[in-house]
Each structure stands twice: as structure tokens, then as C-alpha cells.
């Protein structure tokens, strides 16, 4: 080995204070523009953000279960309403037993026959007024049996409609609960997506725009500062490690960016792309055998 191997190899870097000075300045930007850049991003994204309430209204999701809710509630009071029904009508039908029950009256003797008198004007005019009440009598309301029967028919149709009511409102609510479970299940779906690129966007955009201020913010740094030293001769011209140091800092503030978007695992990932980075830029030599 040569004795300017071993230079090199044994070789430090050394860094000035005016170095030193701009690489704060340089970390005081990086936080500076994130937490800039973070402020700006959320302010962006703050409308944006997914709501279930609005994924449920896409899907038309209150409506159907507004509509279930009622005709579940119609359900209900429709089978209440058919077994009061059912109960008039078996109350009617006993009634009308009783009473077919009650009315076998017992045969009359046969009266013996009597000599028919002579009608007189007296007797004429009362047939008439019997045979006129009669007639008035025939257009009046019907008798007793009569009515408890039309009664129970109207019984046995409102009992026969309220069932077939019952029959469809069951149906109705079912093909409505179908409805509302799969539009639960897309909406939820769709909330679920939403919030997942929501919270991939905003990290993702202040990762990005941060790294991209700094990177431009460390150009210019640089540029100021090798207009700064250059103006002074040759003597105090930009050092080589300068840049070096400059960008090695403006990797590991990429790091930091990472890990405040996502954790741990983006500080991983950030930092090995920074090592990849750096070790394929990195100036190798070949050693040779002396």
C-alpha cells in the first residue's frame, strides 16, 4: 500500500463554521416548510374529506330505510287491526248461532173455522189501513237476521282484505330490506375507499411538496453560497464536501419527512432509497495490490 493510500485513507473532513452555520439555516428551512407545507395541505384537503352521510345519499340509502321503517310500521298496525277484525267476526258469527238457536218456536194448534160475517164499511176501510201499512212497512229497514248476516259478511270481506294487505306489506319489506342491506354494504364500501386514498393524499402531497422545497431551497443555498465565497478569490471558492454535506443533509430531512407522513415504515423506505442514492453517487476506488 502507498504511503497516498494511507493518506486517504487516515483523511478527515472538516467543516467550517460557516458550514456548520448554513446546515442549521438548512434544518430550520426543512421544519420550516413542512410544518408551511403540512398547514397548506390540510387547509386543501379539509373539504375533501370522506363523509359516510354522503356516501350513504349516493346510494339512496335513507330513502330505502325511511320506506322500510314504514312499511314495517304499516305491517304492524295492519296485524293489529286483522286480529281485531278476526275477533268481531267470530263475536258476530256466535251471535248469530245463539240466536238460530233461539228462534224454533213450537207448532200452533189449528183454530176451529168460524162463520165469515158480512163486511161492512167499517171493516173495509181498516183492511185498507192494514194493507197501506203494510206496503209502508215493506220499503223499512230489514229484520234483525238479516242485518247480523250482512254484518258478518262485511266482517268476513274486511277480515279477507286486511289478510291479503298483510300478505303484500310482508313482501314489500322484505324486498326492502334486501335493498337497504346492499346499498349499506356499497356505501360502506365506497366510505372505506374514500378514506383510504384520503388518508394515502394528504401525507403523500406533504411528503412530496415538502421534499421539493427543499431541495430547491438547498440549490439556492448553495448557489448563495458559493456566489458568497467565490467573491472573496480563489482562496475562498466553494469546498468540494461542501455540496456533499449539503445534500447528505437535505436526504436525512427526507428521512424525518417520511417518518412524520408515515411512521416507522415510510422511514424505512425513505431511507433506504436515500442509502441507495448516495452509494451508487458515491466516488469508489478501485483498490490496486502495492
Not at 46 to 72: I, M, S, V, Y
Not at 159 to 184: I, S
Not at 215 to 235: E, N, P, Y
Request: hydrophobic residues 45%.
Amino acid at each position: 500500500m502507498t504511503p497516498d493510500s494511507e493518506e486517504t485513507d487516515d483523511a478527515r473532513i472538516a467543516i467550517t463554521r460557516a458550514e456548520l452555520v448554513m446546515l442549521v439555516v438548512l434544518v430550520a428551512l426543512g421544519v420550516g416548510v413542512w410544518a408551511w407545507v403540512d398547514a397548506q395541505v390540510a387547509s386543501y384537503t379539509r373539504g375533501r374529506e370522506p363523509r359516510e352521510e354522503r356516501a350513504q345519499l349516493a346510494h339512496d340509502l335513507r330513502r330505502l330505510e325511511a320506506e322500510l321503517n314504514l312499511t314495517r310500521e304499516e305491517h304492524r298496525q295492519t296485524g293489529e287491526q286483522l286480529i281485531k277484525a278476526r275477533l268481531e267476526l267470530y263475536r258476530q258469527e256466535a251471535a248469530l248461532a245463539a240466536a238460530a238457536a233461539r228462534a224454533a218456536p213450537a207448532p200452533a194448534p189449528t183454530p176451529r173455522p168460524t162463520p165469515t160475517p158480512r163486511p161492512t164499511p167499517a171493516d173495509n176501510a181498516a183492511e185498507g189501513a192494514a194493507a197501506s201499512d203494510s206496503e209502508a212497512q215493506a220499503g223499512g229497514p230489514p229484520s234483525p237476521p238479516a242485518a247480523s248476516d250482512a254484518a258478518r259478511d262485511a266482517s268476513v270481506r274486511h277480515v279477507e282484505l286486511l289478510a291479503g294487505r298483510l300478505a303484500t306489506l310482508q313482501k314489500d319489506a322484505d324486498r326492502l330490506a334486501l335493498e337497504v342491506e346492499g346499498a349499506r354494504t356499497r356505501a360502506a364500501a365506497d366510505f372505506g375507499r374514500e378514506q383510504f386514498w384520503h388518508r394515502l393524499e394528504r401525507p403523500a402531497l406533504t411528503l412530496l411538496a415538502t421534499t421539493l422545497l427543499t431541495l430547491l431551497l438547498t440549490g439556492v443555498l448553495l448557489l448563495a453560497w458559493r456566489l458568497a465565497r467565490g467573491g472573496r478569490g480563489g482562496a475562498g471558492a466553494l469546498r468540494p464536501h461542501t455540496p456533499t454535506l449539503a445534500w447528505l443533509l437535505c436526504g436525512l430531512l427526507f428521512v424525518l419527512y417520511a417518518y412524520q407522513a408515515f411512521a416507522v415504515a415510510g422511514a424505512a423506505f425513505a431511507g433506504a432509497f436515500v442509502l441507495i442514492v448516495y452509494l451508487a453517487r458515491a466516488p469508489w476506488e478501485a483498490r490496486r495490490a502495492g
